[in-house]
C-alpha cells in the first residue's frame, strides 16, 4: 500500500523518535550495571540481572504486544507503550526508596514492557510507512537515532550517576554497616534523571493520542493468520528469531559490560570508561549512517554477513589484547554491530504479508537474548576471573549472524493452502 510521501512525513518523524526514547532507556543500563554492581556488592553475574529484567519482559510481551496492534492498531500500541515505559521510569523514586536491588529490576522489567510494544510496533509500522522498496533503508535510518542515544546515554548519564557518592578511600574508612548504608544510599542519584524521562515520555504519548497516523493495513496477499506456528513456515524467519536472538545477545554484552572490560582491559576509570562507551555509541550511530548509505550499492545480506565476520576477528583481538587498544577494539565492534538489528528485522519478516504482525511479535522476542547471552559472558569472565575471556560469547553470537546474512535470509516461497488466513482487523 503506497501512501503519499507529503501525508506520512510527521508521522515518520514521530515513530523515529521512539527510536531515540527507547534507545537513550537501553543505555543508560550500561551505566546502571557497574552503579548498581558497586551500591549493593555485586558479582558480575549478579549485575547482569539488570539485563535478564530487562530482555526477559521482551519475551513475554512481545506476543501481547503483537495482539495489541491486530486488535486495536499502531496507535494504540504505540501509546500504551509510551505509558508503560513511563510508569516504569517513575518506579526508580519508590525502588530508590527502599534502596534495594529488587525493586530496580522491578522498575526495570515495567520499562522493558513499554520498550517491547514500542519495539513491535514501531519497526514494522516504520518499514511499511512508504515505498516497499526503500523498507530497509528506512528502518536503518530511524535505528540511526537509536545509535545517537547510543552516544548521548552513557555520557549524560555517568555524570548524573556514577559522579555521585563517596570515593573508594571515604568508603574504606567506613564501619561495614556504614559502608552497606552509603553505597545503598548512592542508588538514589537515579531518581532525577528517571523521573525527567518518564515526564517526556507522558508528554510524546498525548502529542501520539493527538496525532493522526495513516492506517497501515496487509493488502498485498493473503490476510493475517490466525496461528503464530504458521509464520514459522517461512524458513527465512525461523532463521531471523535464530540471529536475532544471538546478536542481541551480543550487543547488550559489548554495550552492558563495557565498563567492568574496559576498566579492566584498559585500566580506565569508570567516568572515562563511560565516556568511551559514548565513542562506541557514536561510532554505532556513524555505522548506521555509513550502512545506509552502503544499502544504496550493495545488498543488505551481504553487508551484513561481511560486518558479522569482521567482528569474528575484532571478538578475538578483544580476548587477547591489553591496554587502550582493547577500548579502540571495542568501538571498532560497535561500529560493525551498527546495522545488524535492523537488517535482521528486515530480512527476516520480508515477503511474509499476512504472517507480518506474527513475524515481527517472535523477532522481538528472540530479543531475550539479551537476557540470556550476557549471563554466559558474565559466567564465563567469573569463572576465568578475566572479563576478556567473555568475549568468546559474542564471537559465537556473530557467527550465527554471519551464517543468516550469507545462506538464512533466502525467502522460500510459501503456497496459499499452507497458511490459515482471517481477515485483518
Not at 128 to 150: E, H, I
Not at 232 to 241: A, Q, T
Not at 301 to 325: D, Q, R
Request: proline share 4%; aromatic share 12%.
Amino acid at each position: 500500500m503506497k501512501q503519499n510521501a507529503q501525508s506520512t512525513l510527521f508521522p515518520v518523524i514521530l515513530i523515529t523518535s521512539l527510536f531515540f526514547l527507547w534507545g537513550f532507556a537501553h543505555n543508560l543500563d550500561p551505566i546502571l550495571i557497574p552503579h548498581l554492581k558497586r551500591s549493593f556488592t555485586l558479582s558480575t553475574v549478579q549485575a547482569t540481572l539488570v539485563d535478564s529484567a530487562v530482555f526477559i519482559a521482551y519475551f513475554i510481551m512481545a506476543l501481547p504486544a503483537g495482539y495489541i496492534m491486530k486488535k486495536f492498531g499502531y496507535k494504540t500500541g504505540i501509546i500504551t507503550g509510551l505509558l508503560f515505559f513511563a510508569v516504569g521510569c517513575f518506579l526508580f523514586i519508590p525502588a530508590a526508596n527502599t534502596q534495594q536491588y529488587a525493586p530496580f529490576l522491578g522498575a526495570l522489567f515495567v520499562i522493558a514492557c513499554g520498550l517491547t510494544i514500542l519495539e513491535t510496533a514501531a519497526n514494522p509500522y516504520i518499514t511499511v510507512l512508504g515505498d516497499p522498496k526503500s523498507a530497509t533503508f528506512r528502518l536503518n535510518f530511524a535505528q540511526s537515532f537509536n545509535g545517537l542515544a547510543a552516544t548521548l546515554a552513557p555520557i549524560i548519564g555517568a555524570r548524573l550517576i556514577l559522579n555521585k557518592g563517596n570515593t573508594i578511600a571515604q568508603l574504606d574508612t567506613m564501619t561495614a554497616d556504614a559502608r552497606k548504608i552509603a553505597l545503598a544510599a548512592e542508588a538514589s542519584t537515579v531518581k532525577t534523571p528517571y523521573f525527567i524521562l518518564g515526564a517526556i515520555l507522558v508528554v510524546i504519548a498525548v502529542v501520539f493520542a493527538f496525532t493522526k497516523l495513516p492506517k497501515i493495513q496487509n493488502t498485498d496477499g493473503p490476510a493475517a493468520s490466525k496461528n503464530i506456528l504458521h509464520a514459522f513456515k517461512h524458513r527465512h524467519l525461523s532463521w531471523g528469531v535464530a540471529a536475532q536472538f544471538f546478536y542481541v545477545g551480543a550487543q547488550v554484552s559489548v554495550f552492558s559490560l563495557f565498563i567492568l572490560y574496559a576498566t579492566h582491559a584498559a585500566g580506565v576509570s569508570d567516568i572515562q570508561a563511560a565516556d568511551y562507551l559514548g565513542v562506541c555509541g557514536g561510532a554505532f550511530l556513524a555505522g548506521r549512517f555509513v550502512g545506509t548509505a552502503l544499502m544504496r550499492f550493495f545488498r543488505s545480506e551481504n553487508l551484513l554477513a561481511i560486518y558479522a565476520i569482521i567482528n569474528i576477528g575484532l571478538c578475538l583481538v578483544a580476548v587477547f589484547a591489553h591496554g587502550i587498544i582493547t577500548v579502540y577494539t571495542v568501538i571498532g565492534i560497535c561500529f560493525f554491530m551498527s546495522i545488524m538489528f535492523p537488517t535482521i528485522f528486515a530480512l527476516g519478516i520480508k515477503d511474509l504479508k499476512g504472517d507480518t504482525e506474527f513475524g515481527s511479535s517472535l523477532i522481538i522476542m528472540s530479543i531475550v537474548g539479551g537476557a540470556i547471552i550476557p549471563r554466559l559472558f558474565g559466567y564465563l569472565s567469573d569463572a576465568t576471573g578475566n572479563i576478556q575471556a567473555g568475549y568468546y560469547v559474542p564471537l559465537v553470537c556473530f557467527i550465527v549472524v554471519a551464517l543468516f546474512g550469507l545462506k538464512g535470509h533466502r525467502v522460500r516461497k510459501v503456497e496459499p493452502d499452507e497458511l490459515i488466513v482471517s481477515p485483518i482487523l
